[in-house]
T-cell receptor, first 112, second 110 residues
């Protein structure tokens, strides 16, 4: 969707290294989400934010942390990456809970 | 949290109508039902959203019975380009958490 970008789009790193993924939206949306997508599991919610500095855990939050210091940016950090965190990560945003989410194009992360 | 259940996969042929049903037995009073389409290597894309009865837009219809424990996405006259994974999402009512199901993989054949 126009207005939401993820960086990097692809990353390969080693087990034990820290990794930060960035989501940037220009829609001034209040809510932002991080999902991971793995075969057979669909989209699983990692963390989400309901405002600047306001975040909460999703279904699969272990091993991940997030930060939102500005409305437009939502960062996902893997403090010490593990091979089980190899996945495709999607960011999404929405202005209201009764509004559709807009998704980025994803970040493919491989941890060797 | 409203958990959704969808068929894992469906097959169809070009020109046919496709109906994909999503079960959501513990939907909350204020929850909305939203459907997304996802192509490989892309993020999900919004198709349609509804609260009750029937909603129609230029690409699909959404049927929601009175008890709202299920919903059906209807795609009229599918084409090869409709081959994708379709997700049902229930939420937006009492919680900020938006939980996706595992999705339905639709394969359209010529």
């Amino acid at each position: 969707d126009a207005g939401i970008t993820q960086s990097p789009r692809h990353k390969v790193t080693e087990t034990g290294t820290p990794v930060t993924l960035r989501c940037h939206q220009t829609e001034n949306h209040r809510y932002m989400y991080w999902y991971r997508q793995d075969p057979g599991h669909g989209l699983r919610l990692i963390h989400y934010s309901y405002g600047v500095k306001d975040t909460d855990k999703g279904e699969v939050s272990d091993g991940y942390s997030v930060s939102r210091s500005k409305t437009e940016d939502f960062l996902l950090t893997l403090e010490s990456a593990t091979s089980s965190q190899t996945s495709v990560y999607f960011c999404a945003s929405t202005q209201g809970l009764d509004q559709p989410q807009h998704f980025g194009d994803g970040t493919r992360l491989s941890i060797l | 949290l409203a958990k959704t259940t969808q068929p894992i996969s469906m097959d169809s042929y070009e020109g046919q109508e496709v109906n994909i049903t999503c079960s959501h037995n513990n939907i909350a009073t204020n929850d909305y039902i939203t459907w997304y389409q996802q192509f490989p290597s892309q993020g999900p894309r919004f198709i349609i959203q509804g609260y009750k009865t029937k909603v129609t837009n230029e690409v699909a219809s959404l049927f929601i019975p009175a008890d709202r424990k299920s919903s059906t996405l209807s795609l009229p006259r599918v084409s090869l380009s409709d081959t994708a994974v379709y997700y049902c999402l229930v939420g937006g009512g009492n919680t900020d958490k938006l939980i996706f199901g595992t999705g339905t993989r639709l394969q359209v054949f010529p």
